[in-house]
């Protein structure tokens, strides 16, 4: 293990602190903000403390996928248990030059619900008392997806945050998004661009397919 | 500020450029020359294909998909799987100095250093000489106060600290060493029921790293890091 030093580095030690919601980054840094990166070396260096701040970090992400894809609240914490059981005792494994942390933790988390089906002697089945459109078991791939986008949209910065809204759910056009926060066209325009291809970016980062 | 950057429109090299690009993601409608270019540029589709994809997937996301923290109980089960497997001891030593907010700027001022009858006690306790020395005072809200000293002993230095009145309480109370920023720190100890407690510090500790003596109110909540529920702290003279 580590030296016995027992000091914990300065730039590792604010664990949350440092959630960037600048626009101005170029691609791939803004779904890697430097705590991350620093969370990342910590883990990988097996640092007294840093499973805990991976764990503050992305169980929420863990947790809330396992959840949507297995849809009770108990499996879903034993699978969360299991992922970081099994990524701590398994670091040696990650090598942060193939992908991004969340990533790997999204890989064991998929292993983790398909050994959890397979322990139940049965691949996932729709229950009876959903609404109708949910009735098809969403593919863990779906429900990735989703919980990242739905991450990532609450990390946009405003107004980048509400306009990306509108567009969506509310299916205006940028022109109208326009008008109704009274922003020159230009700038909800070059909003939408950097907002989509920040959502991009996580997915491809962190939403890596095994 | 525009909002728009130094941006090299497409149109010179021929292709779309990334604003109309995201907007036809959006299913938005563009002006025809454009359309066109799209027909026939495989690479511009390409890239209105993948975008449109996040779209697609985004417009499904519903409140539910919003990551939410799990119980509490899900970290417990993680510090027992694996204390009890015996091959790491990740849980227990050093925490990290994490949530100490603004706390950090009272250790770094306002350090008097005066002195008070229980060094009487420390002495009586262990005679070995002193080599630096902190008065703990209170933090904004309580109202302990003590004095902490750095004793060179034959096995080397100890961190003896001298505290009284401290509240009763569910937890425990735990004895850290950190930087005057507070932004790095070492436990040494969890404090003991006596109003004068000892602690062997790590060799090679270093002091004018680490000079302010800071203790916690600490829960029995498994989570390893300072709790930022400090209750005196003061820095060594040394």
């Known amino acids: ?210 | 500020m525009s909002g728009v950057e130094s941006y090299v429109d497409g149109r010179g090299s021929g292709h779309m450029d990334e604003e109309t690009i995201a907007l036809l993601a959006l299913g938005e409608k563009v002006a025809g020359e454009q359309s066109d270019h799209l027909r026939t540029c495989a690479a511009c589709q390409a890239k209105v294909d993948q975008l449109r994809a996040v779209v697609d997937s985004a417009r499904f996301v519903t409140d539910e998909d919003h990551p939410m923290s799990p119980p509490d109980s899900v970290w417990e089960q993680i510090v027992a799987a694996i204390d009890s497997d015996g091959a790491d001891r990740e849980t227990r030593r050093v925490p990290r100095g994490a949530r100490m907010g603004w706390f950090a700027l009272a250790a770094a001022v306002g350090l008097l250093v005066g002195s008070v009858g229980t060094l009487v006690a420390l002495d009586r306790q262990n005679p070995a000489p002193t080599i630096a020395q902190a008065e703990l005072e209170p933090l904004p809200g309580q109202n302990v106060r003590g004095v902490a000293q750095v004793r060179d002993t034959s096995d080397g230095p100890i961190l003896m600290v001298d505290v009284a009145d401290l509240p009763e309480t569910d937890g425990y109370y735990e004895v850290w060493m950190l930087t005057p920023e507070a932004d790095s720190m070492v436990s040494i100890g969890v404090l003991g029921q006596g109003e004068v407690n000892q602690f062997p510090l790590p060799a090679g500790m270093d002091m004018n790293a680490f000079p302010v003596v800071d203790i916690s109110l600490e829960q029995f909540d498994g989570d390893v890091t300072h709790s930022a529920d400090s209750i005196v702290r003061g820095a060594l003279d040394a």
């Open chain 1, 1 to 210: 293990m580590r030296e016995t030093g027992t000091t914990t580095d300065v730039s590792t030690s604010i664990p949350g602190s440092t959630e960037e919601t600048s626009m101005g980054t170029t691609r791939g840094q803004s779904v890697r903000s430097r705590a991350d990166a620093e969370i990342t070396s910590a883990f990988t260096r097996g640092d007294d403390g840093s499973l805990r701040e991976v764990y503050d970090r992305w169980s929420p992400l863990i947790y809330t996928v396992a959840r949507r894809s297995m849809r009770n609240d108990d499996d879903a914490a034993d699978v969360t248990q299991a992922v970081f059981v099994a990524a701590w005792q398994g670091r040696v494994r990650f090598d942060p030059d193939s992908g991004s942390l969340p990533g790997w933790l999204l890989a064991i988390t998929r292993r983790k619900i398909a050994d959890h089906y397979r322990a139940m002697g049965r691949v996932p089945e729709p229950r009876e008392e959903l609404p109708e459109e949910e009735s098809a078991d969403p593919a863990v791939e779906t429900v990735v997806d989703r919980v990242l986008l739905a991450d990532e949209i609450s990390r946009l910065g405003e107004p980048q945050r509400r306009i990306i809204e509108l567009c969506f759910y509310e299916d205006m056009t940028h022109a109208q998004v326009a008008s109704l926060l009274d922003l020159p066209l230009g700038t909800v325009k070059s909003h939408v661009r950097r907002s989509l291809g920040r959502l991009r970016d996580r997915l491809e980062v962190d939403g890596v397919r095994r």
